[in-house]
C-alpha cells in the first residue's frame, strides 16, 4: 500500500495523503476524441440516452491516466503575423490567403466555419486561429523533445516560406509591440465573438488578452490522481517562475510598458473565476472531483448545437445538467459540451485528460523548444519532481501568489524568501538538466533529497548533477541551453530587448520585428 505524506504549509490541516490505489483505482481507460482548443467545437449528438453525472465529468479526468511508457509531450505556441513593409497585422484576407497557400503547398486539410477558413489540420496536428489572428500550431504529442522540436521548426519553414512570398513576416513576442487595440483586425469566428461580448458585458477590460497576446504552453500526462496532485501542485507553484525565465513582452503601444511581461500582466486581469493559481489544489481534500467542482462553478460561454454556437454567457453548468440552461431549455449536456466549456477556464496549469502548462511568453524557435524541456524534466522524472516538491513544501499561498503578481514586472530579480528568484531558477534548472552550472552564492547550501546533499560554496564552482533530462537518456539536455544562459546571466529576453531598445534602437520598437522575427 504506497502512500505519500507531504506537509503543506496551508490555512488547513497541513498533512495531505494519497492513497494510490484509490487513485488508480478510478483512472479506467476511457477513450474520447481530442479536440483542439481554438479549432471548431465538439459537436453534441442530437440525442442524448443518458443525461451525465458527476462521476462522469470525474471520470472524463481519470480516463486521462497513463501508464509512464505512453507519456507524451505537446506543444502549442501562437505568433503574430505581419506585413513586412508596413509592420501592421495582417487582415483576415491575407490570413485565409496563407491558410490557403500552406494547405495547397503542404497537403494540409482546412478547417471551414460557413464559408471561412479558421484553420487547418493533418494528422494530429492543427493550425488554428486566436482572436486576434495571432496564428497557432497545436502540436502532435510525441515521445521526445527531438520530435517536438522538429515538428515546431517544420512549421515554421512552412509558415515563411508561404508568407515570405506574400510579404508577411512571423514575429516571436508575448504581445503585440506596437499597434493598438482597435488595429487589431478580428477572426470570423462566433465562439470568439461570444467570448468577447461576455467580456465587455462583466465589464472586465480583458479585450487586450484575447487579440494582442501569444503564449507557448506544453501539454504533459499523467498516470494517477496522486501524479496528477503532485504535477499540478509542482506546476501551479513554479509557474511565475516560467513566465519570469520566458518574460519576453516588454513593449506595449510602441514603448517600455514597465512590465517584462506584459502578456502575463494582462492574462492575470481575466475574469477572475475562470484564471489564476487555483489555491483550492493545494487543499488536503484535493482531487479530479475538486476540479470538477471547480469548473462546475466557472460561468459558461456557448454551448455548440448543429454546427451553431449559442450564447449561454454566465450561464450554470451545473443547471445545464439539470435541464434547466435557459439558452437551451430541456436539453442536458454530453461529453462534448463539458470539453467545449473546459476550453474556456485559463487557469495558469489547465487540467483536461492532459495538463496544460500556460505561464510562459511566446518567443524565439530555440526558447520554444526550451519550455517542453523545462517542464519534462521537472515533471516526467520522480527525483525531479519530488525534488521540486520538497523545496516548495512550505511556500504559503500568500508566497505563491504575490510572485504571481510580482513576476511580470520583476521578472528574476523579484525578491523571495530572502533572495532572487534567479537563485530559486538556479536550483530548478539543476533537476531539470545535467549541466555544468556556475554557482555564485555566499551561503553554503546542504540540500538533503534523492541526490544526496549538494553544496553550493561561495567561490564559483560548476556542479555536474544528474537529472531529468538525463535519466530519459534520449541526449535532450542541449534545449535547455538557452534557460542556461538566461538564468546564469540574470537576463531575461524581455530584458535584452529593453536593452536594444534604449542603447542600439534609438528608443524606437520598429526594430523589434526584425529582432524576434522568425
Known amino acids: 500500500m504506497g502512500i505519500l505524506h ?15 490505489e484509490r487513485a488508480s483505482a478510478s483512472c479506467r481507460r476511457v477513450r474520447h476524441g481530442v479536440i483542439v482548443a481554438t479549432g471548431p467545437a465538439t459537436e453534441a449528438p442530437l440525442k442524448v440516452n443518458q443525461p451525465l453525472t458527476k462521476y462522469d465529468l470525474i471520470n472524463y479526468f481519470a480516463s486521462g491516466c497513463k501508464p509512464k511508457d505512453e507519456w507524451r509531450i505537446g506543444t502549442e505556441h501562437e505568433k503574430f503575423g505581419f506585413e513586412f513593409e508596413t509592420l501592421r497585422p495582417i487582415k483576415y484576407k491575407q490570413i485565409a490567403a496563407l491558410l490557403n497557400g500552406i494547405a495547397a503547398r503542404f497537403e494540409w486539410e482546412k478547417l471551414m466555419e460557413g464559408d471561412n477558413i479558421i484553420g487547418l489540420k493533418k494528422g494530429n496536428r492543427s493550425i488554428s486561429l486566436e482572436p486576434g489572428g495571432q496564428f497557432e500550431l497545436s502540436g502532435t504529442p510525441f515521445k521526445t523533445l527531438h520530435q517536438t522540436c522538429d515538428e515546431l521548426n517544420s512549421h515554421l519553414y512552412q509558415a515563411k516560406t508561404v508568407g515570405e512570398e506574400m510579404g508577411i ?39 487586450e488578452a484575447l487579440l494582442m497576446t501569444c503564449s507557448v504552453q506544453v501539454n504533459l500526462d499523467y498516470s494517477s490522481e496522486a501524479d496528477m496532485i503532485k504535477k499540478m501542485r509542482t506546476g501551479l507553484t513554479l509557474q511565475p517562475l516560467a513566465a519570469a525565465m520566458f518574460a519576453n513582452s ?17 492574462v492575470n486581469q481575466v475574469d477572475k473565476r475562470r484564471t489564476g493559481m487555483l489555491p483550492f489544489v493545494f487543499d488536503d481534500t484535493f482531487g479530479f472531483e475538486q476540479y470538477v467542482d471547480y469548473a462546475l462553478d466557472v460561468p459558461m460561454m456557448f454551448v455548440y448545437r448543429e454546427n451553431k454556437y449559442i450564447d449561454c454567457g454566465g450561464m450554470s453548468f451545473r443547471d445545464f445538467m439539470a ?7 430541456g436539453q442536458v449536456p454530453t461529453l462534448s459540451d463539458w470539453e467545449n466549456h473546459l476550453t474556456t477556464i485559463f487557469p495558469e496549469v489547465r487540467l483536461k485528460r492532459y495538463m496544460e502548462m500556460r505561464g510562459a511568453d511566446g518567443g524565439t524557435s530555440d526558447m520554444l523548444c526550451a519550455l517542453p524541456a523545462f517542464w519534462v524534466g521537472l515533471l516526467y522524472d520522480e527525483v525531479s519532481l519530488h525534488n521540486a516538491l520538497d523545496m516548495i513544501v512550505h511556500w504559503t499561498p500568500e508566497e505563491r501568489q504575490n510572485l504571481r503578481n510580482m513576476v511580470p514586472m520583476t521578472g528574476l530579480r523579484t525578491p523571495f524568501q530572502g533572495r532572487l528568484l534567479r537563485h530559486v531558477a538556479e536550483d530548478v534548472l539543476q533537476w531539470a538538466k545535467v549541466s ?35 535519466r530519459r537518456g534520449l541526449n535532450e539536455s542541449s534545449f535547455l541551453d538557452p534557460l542556461k544562459d538566461v538564468v546564469g546571466t540574470g537576463l531575461t529576453p524581455a530584458d535584452r530587448l529593453l536593452d536594444m531598445f534604449h542603447n542600439t534602437w534609438e528608443n524606437s520598437v520598429d526594430p523589434v520585428f526584425r529582432e524576434r522575427c522568425y
Not at 516588454?250 to 494582462?266: C, E, T, V
Open 169 to 207: 513576416g512571423f514575429l516571436g513576442l508575448g504581445f503585440q509591440p506596437k499597434w493598438k487595440p482597435q488595429d487589431i483586425p478580428r477572426v470570423p469566428k462566433v465562439r470568439y465573438n461570444i467570448m468577447q461580448n461576455y467580456f465587455n458585458n462583466n465589464g472586465l477590460p480583458q479585450v
Open 436 to 470: 555544468l552550472m556556475l554557482i555564485n552564492d555566499s551561503q553554503l547550501f546542504c540540500r538533503f533529497h534523492y541526490l544526496g546533499c549538494l553544496e553550493l560554496r561561495q567561490t564559483s564552482i560548476y556542479i555536474v548533477l544528474q537529472d531529468g533530462l538525463d
Open 6 to 20: 507531504l506537509k503543506w504549509a496551508s490555512s488547513g490541516s497541513s498533512m495531505v495523503v494519497f492513497h494510490k
Open 323 to 329: 435541464g434547466k440552461l435557459p439558452a437551451i431549455p
Open 250 to 266: 516588454p513593449f506595449s503601444g510602441g514603448i517600455p510598458s514597465g512590465y517584462l511581461s506584459i502578456r502575463s500582466y494582462k
